[in-house]
């Protein structure tokens, strides 16, 4: 099971970097927050099934949803429409590099409201080095005035911002899961519950700035909606959990660092992107800053060499 693992480690990454592309197909037809409701829906309907057949329990009290109201917010709804909106504007390639310095907030958020993500020189370093990589990306536009395209990577910013504050809040919801639920119940019980909540934030806006009922989503974009809904949710999402169970989180973690990566290639490849200097120079410090804040802290000598070397 670990060499299939390992055959598998880069199978999230290129699934979640290719969601970029699908999302710019599906823009065609259907607008960012009747998209995110609908791959929502698309989602929650596979979910489901899943629940049933695993035997995972959903809440049931009012207790016991309202957290995942917030972890809805922060994690899809605002979000998925956020970048949904942004790529409007901007190329999917360009997207994709934005959604890797997640990450790097989480390390900031982490040490500032917990008491086991202390904030370490390497660590410090390396969310600097990603935030010069937001600052490469955003160029000289911003002296040209505040336009719809600097707006549209400073949502993609607040959308990397907002997943981070919903890695952050996901720690605080586990413990309040009823005891003695582990494992894939416990897991679909979180993801499904968000998505539930999701859609019940989502269709408000859907009906009031948006008209879903004369949306006619063509063959094709049904297809790139199937996909996010279940080939991003199900295949990338049981796929990283199975690594993470088998390598360990940060193993499983550096499938994080394709996202980026693929996104880049399928934009250039399938919609003609093009790759911009500054893009690489950013998608370089972004993904140094990752690498320095995950591995940094490795590189301390411990006390005893220190003493051995004075």
Do not use: H
């Not at 605002?78 to 901007?90: G, R």
């Not at 190329?91 to 409201?113: E, H, K, N, R, W």
């Amino acid at each position: 099971m670990k060499k299939l693992a390992q055959a598998l480690l880069i199978i999230p990454g290129i699934i979640w970097g290719a969601s970029f592309i699908a999302v710019e197909f599906a823009l065609v037809d259907v607008q960012p927050i009747t998209l995110t409701l609908m791959r929502s829906l698309i989602s929650t309907v596979m979910l489901l099934i899943m629940c049933y057949f695993l035997k995972s329990q959903l809440p049931r009290t009012f207790q016991e949803w309202w957290p995942f109201f917030f972890l809805a917010l922060c994690n899809q709804a605002v979000p998925f429409v956020l970048l949904s909106w942004a790529q409007i504007y901007i190329d999917a390639g360009l997207a994709s590099i934005y959604m890797a310095v997640m990450p790097l907030f989480t390390v900031l958020l982490a040490a500032g409201v917990t008491s086991d993500e202390k904030l370490t020189f390497w660590k410090l370093a390396g969310v600097g080095c990603g935030l010069l990589g937001i600052i490469v990306l955003i160029g000289t536009e911003v002296f040209n005035g505040i336009g719809i395209n600097v707006v549209a990577q400073l949502a993609l910013v607040t959308a990397s911002l907002l997943y981070a504050i919903g890695a952050v809040l996901t720690r605080f919801v586990y413990p309040l899961q009823p005891e003695g639920m582990t494992g894939w119940p416990l897991r679909l019980r979180m993801v499904t519950a968000q998505f539930i909540m999701s859609i019940l934030i989502l269709i408000p806006g859907s009906l009031w700035l948006e008209e879903p009922f004369a949306m006619r989503p063509s063959l094709a974009t049904w297809g790139w909606l199937i996909f996010l809904g279940i080939g991003v949710t199900a295949l990338a999402t049981i796929t990283y959990f199975f690594l993470i169970e088998e390598l360990g989180a940060g193993a499983a973690s550096m499938t994080i660092y394709l996202i980026p990566i693929a996104g880049v290639i399928a934009g250039v490849l399938i919609l003609d992107e093009t790759f911009r200097p500054e893009m690489g120079f950013a998608l370089f410090l972004i993904l140094g800053g990752i690498a320095v804040t995950n591995l940094g802290d490795r590189f301390k000598p411990n006390p005893a060499e220190q003493i051995a070397t004075q």
